[in-house]
Nanobody
């Protein structure tokens, strides 16, 4: 079992930045691929970013490429999402998720992830 706790959400103006953190506990963090997802009101949850166990392989959704950066610190059992040039359409609840690392291509779909945090709200005002 892996427990995940997100933090760092809040209210920010368009064009601003936020850094989300997700602290993991319960199992060896470096054995897990990590992902960030978001869900806006009335919309389906979507994949934002993901990284493999070492951080050497990353994925970004088209809507956040060039603006968001995922990183991890395995010594601190934490994954981060640095968000810049925020837009009102980035407003959502952001979730981090974990899945056991596996060989091959990085899995990014929601169904591939086994453990989820409770989410943190990000609101971008125009």
């Amino acid at each position: 079992q892996v427990q995940l706790v997100e933090s760092g959400g809040g209210l920010v103006q368009a064009g601003g930045s936020l850094r989300l953190s997700c602290a993991a506990s319960g199992r060896t963090f470096s054995n897990y691929d990590m992902g960030w997802f978001r869900q806006a009101p009335g919309k389906e949850r979507e994949s934002v970013a993901a990284c493999n166990w070492s951080g050497s392989s990353t994925y970004y959704g088209d809507s956040v490429k060039g603006r968001f950066t995922i990183s991890r610190d395995n010594a601190k059992n934490t994954v981060y999402l640095q968000m810049s040039s925020l837009k009102p359409e980035d407003t959502a609840v952001y979730y981090c998720a974990a899945r056991p690392g596996a060989p091959g291509a990085l899995r990014v779909g929601i169904r591939n992830y086994d453990y989820w945090g409770q989410g943190t709200q990000v609101t971008v005002s125009s």
